[in-house]
Nanobody
Framework: QVQLVESGGGLVQAGDSLRLACAAS????????MGWFRQGPGKEREFVARIQWSGGTYYADFVKGRFTISRDNAKNTVYLQMNSLKPEDTAVYFC???????????WGQGTQVTVSS
């Protein structure tokens, strides 16, 4: 099993920044991809960002230029630096692990990000 513990969510104003962190423990593999998803009120879960084991990154169009995903393999931790936050970024943010065959099989508990106008 893989356990994911998130931190860094909170209430901020439009234009502010937050950094989310997600620490993984348990049976983690260095080859795992890690990523972030979010679910706003009344919306479906959507992809935000992904980072491969090799360091390659992918972003949803709506966060390109504002958000940066990174990982510290020594700490088994993935980060999401969020800049220029907008009210529409308000959501519960989840980190997840993607493994061959299993896909996005492991998820964190979610952390609330609220952006006021």
């Amino acid at each position: 099993q893989v356990q994911l513990v998130e931190s860094g969510g909170g209430l901020v104003q439009a234009g502010d920044s937050l950094r989310l962190a997600c620490a993984a423990s348990g049976r983690t593999f260095s080859s795992d991809d890690m990523g972030w998803f979010r679910q706003g009120p009344g919306k479906e879960r959507e992809f935000v960002a992904r980072i491969q084991w090799s360091g390659g990154t992918y972003y949803a169009d709506f966060v390109k230029g504002r958000f940066t995903i990174s990982r510290d393999n020594a700490k088994n931790t993935v980060y999401l630096q969020m800049n220029s936050l907008k009210p529409e970024d308000t959501a519960v943010y989840f980190c997840a692990v993607n493994r061959i065959v299993l896909g996005w099989a492991y998820w964190g508990q979610g952390t609330q990000v609220t952006v006021s106008s």
